[in-house]
């Protein structure tokens, strides 16, 4: 009788029934969870394989699963379209002076792509009035602190009333302006109830500013480690919410910021992160929680976990 209900409890427990999210359990790496669930890019098929700008350009134009074989260099911005699955070969594919225009589409997924400098100006990934994005296993850099902090845009930008994102395990770093969740204060009419973003087991590294900033969407960041940042880190702004968990910060300035460089103060939820030489400023607290369950890695073991886990060559197709 005891032994029965003992295995009960544990079998709730298993599934989550009694505790959620689900803690001291490594997270699974390879599985979509967060905001962007549902999404399926370009669905399950072998896809086309491309080894060149010219064909990648043309590959782009028709969706479906579209993997690149080796770093395409100068392709320039490559617009995508609805249903698209972009996903790099092995450990070392993807674009180099190149980037992804995500604009009015739905559907898409962009998996194990090293992604360093885009054209001068550019974002390396530009999401703009979409849905269904999952961006996971990536490196994303540029050529680091140096020269004008705008002779690049943003690593990953989400803007005009984007939804739907999950940015998981990828690397972030040696670049001037990381991830910018909407781009204005005069754009509440668009934004607003929009721009839901999941941020988890993601490695920011040597990354100035916007990790992300966040402009009144919802930003769920939890299981990242971050090291650094110079200027500052999760900046919310215009009413944005944002619940930061099991995350560890070293060496950055303003790691969570809530009063910077708006009109108006967002919120932020600090719940179970480890602050290593990076203070904070939260004059807003919230109470935000995010609709879906997750497995959370704990601070203390995050950095580690996600230094193997995360970017290129780990999940490879
Ligand atoms: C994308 O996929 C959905 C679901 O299968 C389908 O309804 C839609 O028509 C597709 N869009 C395009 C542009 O093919």
């Known amino acids: 009788m005891r ?17 959620e999210p689900l803690k001291a359990r490594a997270a699974p790496i390879d599985q979509l969870v967060g905001y962007a669930a549902g999404t399926t890019g370009g669905g399950t098929g072998a896809g086309t394989t491309v080894t060149s700008c010219s ?9 479906g699963v579209i993997k690149i074989s080796g770093i395409l260099n100068g392709c320039g911005i490559i617009e995508l379209v609805d249903n698209t699955s972009i996903l790099g070969v092995g450990a070392n594919s993807g674009l180099s002076d190149g980037g992804f225009q995500i604009r009015r589409v ?4 962009l998996r194990n792509l090293k992604l360093a400098t885009a054209p001068s100006k550019k974002d390396l990934i530009d999401i703009d009035k979409s849905t269904k994005i999952w961006v996971d296993h990536c490196d994303l850099s540029s050529k680091g602190l140096v020269g004008g902090k705008d002779d690049y845009d943003g690593l990953l930008d989400a803007k005009h009333g984007s939804d739907q994102i999950t940015v998981s395990w990828n690397k972030f770093h040696d670049h001037w302006k990381g991830s910018l969740i909407g781009h204005s204060d005069n754009n509440a009419g668009e934004d607003r109830s929009k721009l839901h973003v999941t941020y988890h087991h993601n490695e920011f590294r040597n990354v100035n500013s916007r990790l992300p900033s966040v402009r009144f969407g919802s930003a769920h960041i939890y299981s990242s480690c971050y090291m650094d940042g110079p200027t500052s880190g999760i900046n919310s702004r215009m009413g944005a ?20 460089d708006s009109d108006e103060e967002g919120f932020a939820n600090n719940r179970n992160n480890l602050f290593t030489n990076s203070p904070t400023r939260i004059t807003k607290t919230g109470s935000y929680s995010p609709p879906y369950s997750y497995s959370l890695d704990s601070a203390s073991d995050v950095c580690s976990i996600v230094s193997s886990k995360a970017g290129v060559g780990v999940v490879t197709f």
């Open 106 to 109: 739905s559907n898409v997924i």
């Open 241 to 260: 919410q944002v619940l930061v968990e099991d995350t560890s910060f070293t060496n950055v300035q303003l790691a969570i910021v809530t009063n910077l």
């Open 55 to 63: 064909a990648l350009t043309a590959a782009a134009k028709m969706g």
């Open 3 to 19: 032994l029965l209900t003992l295995t009960t409890i544990l079998l709730a427990f298993e599934s989550g029934a009694l505790c």
